[in-house]
Nanobody, 119 residues
Framework: EVQLVESGGGLVQAGGSLTLSCSASGFTFSLFSMTWVRQAPGKGLEWVSVIRGDGLSTYYSDSVEGRFTISRDNVKNMVYLQLNNLNVEDTAMYYC????????????RGQGTQVTVSS
């Protein structure tokens, strides 16, 4: 059974940074892409970033390109999302999703971690 647990969210001022973490279990981690998605209040799911199983290819939505960095550790079964230069529009619940969840962000996910950016 796929299990994903996110952590690292919090309250940060605009321009600040956070690092989100996702601990994965229940599958052969290195064989699968992983996705970070987010959901802002009153809005639908938005895929943010994808990383291939070997970590060699990464993809970003236009809204975060150049500010966020996805990475993974296939020994620790962890995936990370470094959020830099945050703005209030980045306020959302962030979820780690099993597999490549583009384009709609749907898939098995954890409970999420809240990121709130204040102006």
């Amino acid at each position: 059974e796929v299990q994903l647990v996110e952590s690292g969210g919090g309250l940060v001022q605009a321009g600040g940074s956070l690092t989100l973490s996702c601990s994965a279990s229940g599958f052969t981690f290195s064989l699968f892409s992983m996705t970070w998605v987010r959901q802002a209040p009153g809005k639908g799911l938005e895929w943010v970033s994808v990383i291939r199983g070997d970590g060699l290819s990464t993809y970003y939505s236009d809204s975060v390109e150049g500010r966020f960095t996805i990475s993974r550790d296939n020994v620790k079964n962890m995936v990370y999302l470094q959020l830099n230069n945050l703005n209030v529009e980045d306020t959302a619940m962030y979820y780690c999703v099993f597999g490549d969840a583009r384009p709609n962000g749907l898939g098995v996910r954890g409970q999420g971690t809240q990121v709130t950016v204040s102006s």
